[in-house]
């Protein structure tokens, strides 16, 4: 499994110009810079499932994955990052 750091809330790789930011303006060492800015999620009502929708769509459109295989690693990708699993984090959306 990949252990690069991803974001916690879409799964999207962490690196160099991704990092959302904390309400501090600090990098967020949890989340993306698309789904998380001044310490406050961009889209605070998605649900899960939506997030599991756009990963696997994603990896269909990037990846070449067929849609089952996507669903798939979407959904076990998706329940493990802190947003979506509370027993992942102590709950809290920042790090600072």
Same mark, same amino acid.
């Given at each position: 499994?990949?252990?690069?750091?991803?974001?916690? /809330?879409?799964?999207? !790789?962490?690196?160099?110009?991704?990092?959302?930011?904390?309400? *501090? $303006? @600090?990098?967020? @060492?949890?989340?993306? +810079?698309?789904?998380?800015?001044?310490? *406050?999620? !961009?889209?605070?009502? #998605?649900?899960?499932?939506?997030? %599991?929708?756009? %990963?696997?769509?994603? !990896?269909?459109?990037?990846?070449? %994955?067929?849609?089952?295989?996507? $669903?798939?690693?979407?959904?076990? #990708?998706? /329940?493990?990052? +802190?947003?979506?699993?509370?027993?992942?984090?102590?709950?809290?959306?920042?790090?600072?």
């Amino acid at each position: 499994m990949d252990e690069r750091p991803k974001c916690q /809330s879409c799964g999207r !790789l962490l690196e160099v110009g991704i990092y959302g930011t904390n309400t *501090d $303006e @600090s990098p967020s @060492s949890d989340y993306c +810079k698309f789904c998380f800015e001044n310490g *406050d999620f !961009l889209e605070p009502n #998605i649900s899960q499932e939506d997030m %599991m929708g756009r %990963m696997a769509a994603n !990896l269909i459109d990037n990846e070449g %994955m067929d849609r089952d295989q996507a $669903e798939k690693q979407a959904r076990e #990708i998706i /329940s493990t990052l +802190k947003r979506w699993n509370p027993s992942a984090s102590s709950g809290q959306a920042t790090d600072n």
